[in-house]
């Protein structure tokens, strides 16, 4: 198996070998979706390097007795787990093809030390370490191979935080059968970003597109620490059917040490909205090419990339079925239904046909 997978080799067969994030990435990419350019380490480089290593003799002796009941117990071993994965030397061609690969990512942007974000990407919904993959470590900004590698390292450490640790002590799963596979994608600098929904979150109705907006990164927005600017947009004509504009009076940024905090928002700006109309247009306009491609509502984040020229500066960073209302039965119309629900209805069945319902 080899060490890394550009996003645009990705096939469907691979999702076991590149985690689920990697995986969504590789299929938009396919797509002809906007993603920023990557790619991913593949289990085969953590397997290579675990084997290389002999971490499952480290494992044995560092967990051998482990009392998951002392609280004080696990975190000192895990801890310690983490440490020796976090320095365990990588085999040379393993370390080699990591290079390598960010090399030609900073060619591909015409950028020395492009800064990058290095992503835990868990390997497979139904095994036993899937419950703790919002766990699993995220690295933003890093630059330079030496860098890139060492934060590598550090996602794979993060398959065995405490809570992840022990619940496969708990269930009797084997460690050594957990596996991590890593994003490395070159990191957007936006102007906004947000969430958007291919139906109203609210009600679940599926004619529209809701958009979550915030100046600088997304992070306010997915946290719910900002409370962002609410957008809806009619899924066949494209035209803004709603807007809410809120007072953002914080936002998230990238400081001059390459970290993202959260500051104030500058006054003249705070309750300005976040996005323009083309650009909420836009916005919709992919998240429905995303539903049309995977053939069901999806929860989409998304980024307005600063370093882009306009018309080509929407980018999609992650897309993933929603799950509240796809799993509710559509509603019957009845009669004496308001007029304004029934045409909502035709519209519905309009933007998502039968067979796509199906699907």
Known sequence: MSTTMWFQSYWPGMKADVGGKAASLGEMTGAG???PPGFAITTG???????????????ARLLHGLNTEDTDMVSRVCSEVRDAIRTMPLPG????EIRRSYDELCRMADTVNLPVAV????????????????????????????DVV???????????????????????????????????????????????????????????????????????????EITPDNFLVDKVLFEVSKRNVSTKESEFVLTDHDTVEKVDCDAAKASE????????????????????????????????DLDLPDGENIILLQARPETVWSKKAPQRITEGQNPSDFMASIVS???????ARKK
């Open 33 to 35: 979706l906007p993603v």
């Open 45 to 59: 480089g953590y397997r290579r390097a675990h084997d290389e290593a002999d971490l499952d003799a480290t494992l």
């Open 93 to 96: 061609e393993v370390e080699a």
């Open 119 to 146: 992503r835990s990407s868990a390997t497979s919904e139904d095994s036993p370490d899937a419950s703790f993959a919002g766990e699993h470590d995220t690295y933003l900004w890093v630059r330079g191979g030496d």
């Open 150 to 224: 060492d934060a590598v390292r550090r996602c794979w450490a993060s398959l065995f935080t405490d809570r992840a640790t022990c619940y496969r002590v708990v269930m009797g799963y084997e460690h050594r059968s957990v596996e991590m596979a890593v994003v490395v994608q070159k990191m957007v600098r936006p102007k906004s970003a947000g969430v958007a929904f291919t139906l109203n979150p609210s009600d679940g109705d599926r004619s529209v597109v809701a958009i979550d907006s915030a100046w600088g990164f997304g992070e306010g927005v997915v946290s719910g």
């Open 273 to 304: 909205p976040s996005l323009t109309d083309d650009e909420i247009k836009a916005i919709a306009r992919l998240a429905r090419s995303a539903e049309r491609h995977y053939g069901s509502p999806q929860d989409i984040e998304w980024a307005v």
């Open 349 to 355: 069945t309009l933007v998502n046909p039968l067979h």
